[in-house]
């Protein structure tokens, strides 16, 4: 059974640091890996898709790097921002559902 | 830009009603899920849903759930006798890759 663990479960930064946040799994029999963006009682975001061939996306600030073999990925956001604070989840795709990590709760400080 | 839509926002109902929680998925997406989170807890699949039938679902999706699509745009999913412990934010997502998701439906047995 597939378990995703995000550690630390929050983080609270300067604005315009750069940081990581990461996210472990125990199968690597995986199609892809998503993240997502889940602000206070909202929905979630789907901020980046790595399908299982790729080794990393980018989309602006963003950029996510999968790491099979290991068991683990990351994401880089360059230059926060105050609104980048929000929880961050990663998730794992196999079969036809995603399995969920906790999440990071982000806090950036003005 | 499409977008997954939910409806009701937010649905309280007493211990043993049904409840029918509704979503209109991304119109040229195959695959359609229901996930859902308690309140502080990680997001759980629930099902999926594909060429008009189930294609997988978890150990939480009992005799007590169904789903529907019923016209081919709405995509529904029904607990026939709800307990306190379905109260949760109920999430419906849709995809061809990347899972998409809308907005959630808090639902609150009392």
């Known amino acids: 059974k597939q378990e995703v663990t995000q550690i630390p479960a929050a983080l609270s930064v300067p604005e315009g640091e750069n940081l990581v946040l990461n996210c472990s799994f125990t199968?690597?029999?995986?199609?892809?890996l998503q993240w997502f963006r889940q602000d206070p009682g909202k929905g979630l975001t789907s901020l980046l898709l790595?399908?299982?061939?790729?080794r990393e996306q980018t989309s602006g600030r963003l950029n996510a790097s999968l790491d099979k073999s290991s068991g683990r990925s990351t994401l880089y956001i360059a230059a926060s921002q105050p609104g980048d604070s929000a929880t961050y989840l990663c998730?794992?795709?196999?079969?036809?559902?995603?399995?969920f990590g906790k999440g990071i709760t982000l806090s950036v400080r003005p | 830009e499409p977008e997954v839509t939910q409806t009701p926002s937010h649905q309280v109902t007493q211990m043993g009603q049904e409840v029918i929680l509704r979503c209109v998925p991304i119109?040229?997406?195959?695959?359609f899920y229901w996930y859902r989170q308690i309140l502080g807890q990680k997001v759980e699949f629930l099902v999926s849903f594909y060429n008009n039938e189930i294609s997988e679902k978890s150990e939480i999706f009992d005799d007590q759930f169904s789903v529907e699509r019923p016209d081919g745009s709405n995509f529904t999913l029904k607990i026939r006798s709800t307990k306190l412990e379905d109260s949760a934010m109920y999430f419906c997502?849709?995809?061809?890759?990347?899972?998409?998701f809308g907005p959630g439906t808090r639902l609150t047995v009392t």
């Open positions: 790595i399908q299982s061939s790729q």
């Open positions: 997502a849709s995809s061809v890759f990347e899972q998409y």
């Open positions: 119109s040229n997406h195959l695959y």
């Open positions: 199968d690597s029999a995986i199609y892809n």
């Open positions: 998730a794992t795709g196999a079969n036809s559902k995603l399995t």
